[in-house]
């Protein structure tokens, strides 16, 4: 049964590029998170959804950050411009939307922003 | 704001021995706390959990306990495998659905 599918596993772009994460939650899933990891902060919550509506964005950083979930099998992080201190490890987590279900983490993308 | 966190950044143990891993909570309206397994690469593997009014949780080789009076959480492992070296996170469940992570433990074996 496969997990939580992240693309791509590495990016390196330079500043000011655009950058696009993609995931595919676990089938059935019916709620989708983004984190995001460094050293200094450790792992923080971006954004999640629930059956594709997002329900809690407080944790995104800036305007520069944004995601959609277009249906219920895909999902979308998107940093347009970039900049070096995005440089981090960014997963994402389904669940079924139960509040005592735990969420599952897929292996995440290393973006480097040079 | 509130926050999870950790005693210790590193743990070292020999294998074979019991590993125990603190976590300290400052949310005392917090009722779900989980532990994850984080191996090098990979994203956080869930490792067992513990509702507030609950004081223990055993799985295999895992035990949580949870002491709401001091509001600290400890993971205990079980006879220490080489298998078991990762980075080790608490989580407090704020909300219906969002988690709070701690800063991790990372747990080395010695051979």
């Known amino acids: 049964d496969a997990g939580v599918i992240q693309s791509p596993r590495h990016e390196v772009t330079e500043m000011g590029q655009e950058v696009t994460l993609r995931c595919k939650p676990i089938?059935?899933?019916?709620?989708l998170f983004w984190y995001r990891q460094t050293m200094m902060r450790g792992l923080e919550l971006l954004i999640y959804?629930?059956?594709?509506?997002?329900?809690?964005d407080s944790g995104m950083p800036e305007d520069r950050f944004s995601a959609k979930m277009p249906n219920a099998s895909f999902s979308t992080l998107k940093i347009q411009p970039s900049e070096p201190r995005d440089s981090a490890v960014y997963f994402c987590?389904?669940?079924?939307?139960?509040?005592?279900?735990?969420?599952?983490f897929g292996p995440g993308t290393r973006l480097t922003v040079l | 704001g509130e926050s999870v966190g950790l005693h210790l950044p590193t743990l070292s143990v020999q294998e074979g021995d019991n590993s125990i891993i603190n976590c300290a909570y400052s949310?005392?309206?917090?009722?779900?706390f989980i532990w994850y397994k984080q191996e090098s690469g990979k994203g956080p593997q869930f490792i067992i959990d513990?509702?507030?009014?609950?004081d223990k949780r055993q799985g295999q080789r895992v035990t949580v306990l949870l002491n709401k009076t001091v509001k600290h959480l400890s993971l205990q492992i079980a006879a220490t495998q080489p298998g078991d070296s990762a980075v080790y996170f608490c989580?407090?469940?704020?909300?219906?659905?969002?988690?709070?992570f701690g800063q991790g433990t990372r747990l080395t074996i010695n051979p």
């Open positions: 089938s059935g899933h019916n709620s």
């Open positions: 959804f629930n059956n594709n509506v997002p329900i809690d």
């Open positions: 949310n005392s309206a917090s009722d779900y």
């Open positions: 989580a407090e469940r704020q909300g219906a659905q969002k988690l709070v």
């Open positions: 987590a389904s669940n079924t939307g139960l509040q005592t279900d735990t969420q599952y």
């Open positions: 513990i509702r507030s009014n609950m």
